[in-house]
């Protein structure tokens, strides 16, 4: 089945930075669009950004200039480098991909900006 684990999620100050990656299994990796979400409480899931096959990036415009995805089709593995965060920033954020019809999120990383 398709899986995915995230990890590099915690807690910073504002302007800090974080690397969250997510390593994926189960399916064709590298014919898949990977993306990541967040979701902070009491707020509906938001797409943050997102990596086409071609390596192709978009970003939600609060998050542009601060934040850049990228992939690793050999490695399966999808990042997302968080720089000058702030902390409406703060949201457990997911690895997600559409297959088969579906939308497939993994467990999340919590990542936290407080001072």
């Known amino acids: 089945q398709v899986q995915f684990v995230e990890s590099g999620g915690g807690e910073v100050q504002p302007g800090g930075s974080l690397r969250l990656s997510c390593t994926a299994s189960?399916?064709?990796?590298?014919?898949?669009?990977m993306s990541w979400y967040r979701q902070a409480p009491g707020k509906e899931r938001e797409l943050v950004a997102s990596s086409t096959g071609d390596r192709s990036a978009n970003y939600a415009d609060s998050v542009k200039g601060r934040f850049t995805v990228s992939r690793d089709n050999a490695r399966k593995s999808v990042h997302l480098q968080m720089n000058g965060l702030k902390p409406e920033d703060t949201a457990v954020y997911y690895c997600s991909t559409t297959y088969q019809g579906q939308d497939l999120w993994g467990p999340g990383t919590q990542v936290t900006v407080s001072s």
């Open positions: 189960g399916f064709l990796f590298r014919a898949y669009d």
